[in-house]
């Protein structure tokens, strides 16, 4: 009884994400824009830090 549960939420969930595929797709797109855009600051944080090291010396 136990296993029937987690299977039913999972059918419940590839029904949702397989009817919404417009949806899936805009949060795939956020979270590709949220990721690059952390890769992006981090790298220029970074360089930046480097840069100032540097001009101290």
């Given at each position: 009884?136990?296993?029937?549960?987690p299977?039913q939420?999972l059918?419940?969930?590839?029904?949702?994400?397989t009817?919404?595929?417009?949806?899936?797709?805009l949060?795939?797109?956020l979270?590709?824009?949220?990721?690059?855009?952390?890769?992006?600051v981090?790298?220029?944080?970074?360089s930046?830090?480097?840069?100032?090291?540097?001009?101290?010396?």
């Open positions: 009884m136990l296993a029937v549960v299977l939420l059918d419940g969930l590839v029904e949702f994400l009817g919404n595929l417009i949806f899936v797709g949060v795939a797109i979270l590709l824009f949220v990721f690059f855009s952390y890769l992006f981090r790298r220029t944080l970074l930046a830090a480097e840069g100032y090291q540097k001009g101290r010396k």
